[in-house]
T-cell receptor, first 115, second 113 residues
Framework: EAQVTQNPRYLITVTGKKLTVTCSQNMNHEYMSWYRQDPGLGLRQIYYSMNVEVTDKGDVPEGYKVSRKEKRNFPLILESPSPNQTSLYFC??????????????FGPGTRLTVL | GENVEQHPSTLSVQEGDSAVIKCTYSDSASNYFPWYKQELGKRPQLIIDIRSNVGEKKDQRIAVTLNKTAKHFSLHITETQPEDSAVYFCAASMNSGNTPLVFGKGTRLSVIA
């Protein structure tokens, strides 16, 4: 089944404790992206990747890191989480950014709480 | 860069009535306009999209219209049903190069039975 998976789905952590949220897709998509969703603010892009070893900042990259060593994986790293990073996080992928049909497929989401 | 404004932020309609959600965008170079639906507790999913070479596109009870001159596009849902209740996001991008999608802030639609 074609899908985007994220782990963990739920995470409660404390300020300053490094964490990684994994994202994987099995559709051979070139483009992958991370969003955070907060009430009233919609979907804000954190980082995106056009292909392996190519990453770019989105609208709200502060406090986050990403890497794209393999095509299928795009982990989101919070080196020192803070309470303002409490949010619902979505990973998404699409065939490529400039494709004719570039539907973005979203993962199930990761609800992160930083105490 | 691109900026997408979406209105209204919340919308309540009676079952069977129509619902209209409007979005404006700032970058005249944008040419791809998708709409995503996010049901409660679920992930956003694409429901319809339109490209700048057409002015309207329909899919059963859902339609999207685009006015490139005014830089706005709208989602129309006719004969609304309770299962249409969700958050709807519009988005815009240039369908070329390396310009990511920019999303609106979303509209929470409630269909009252």
């Amino acid at each position: 089944e074609a899908q985007v998976t994220q782990n963990p789905r739920y995470l409660i952590t404390v300020t300053g404790k490094k964490l990684t949220v994994t994202c994987s897709q099995n559709m051979n998509h070139e483009y992958m992206s991370w969003y955070r969703q907060d009430p009233g603010l919609g979907l804000r892009q954190i980082y995106y990747s056009m292909n392996v070893e190519v990453t770019d900042k989105g609208d709200v990259p502060e406090g986050y890191k990403v890497s794209r060593k393999e095509k299928r994986n795009f982990p989101l790293i919070l080196e020192s989480p803070s309470p303002n990073q409490t949010s619902l996080y979505f990973c998404a992928s699409s065939l490529r950014l400039a494709a004719t049909y570039n539907e973005q497929f979203f993962g199930p989401g990761t609800r992160l709480t930083v105490l | 860069g691109e900026n997408v404004e979406q209105h209204p932020s919340t919308l309540s309609v009676q079952e069977g009535d129509s619902a209209v959600i409007k979005c404006t965008y700032s970058d005249s170079a944008s040419n791809y306009f998708p709409w995503y639906k996010q049901e409660l507790g679920k992930r956003p999913q694409l429901i319809i999209d339109i490209r700048s070479n057409v002015g309207e596109k329909k899919d059963q009870r859902i339609a999207v219209t685009l006015n490139k001159t005014a830089k706005h596009f709208s989602l129309h849902i006719t004969e609304t049903q309770p299962e249409d209740s969700a958050v709807y996001f519009c988005a815009a991008s240039m369908n070329s190069g390396n310009t990511p999608l920019v999303f609106g802030k979303g509209t929470r639609l409630s269909v009252i039975a």
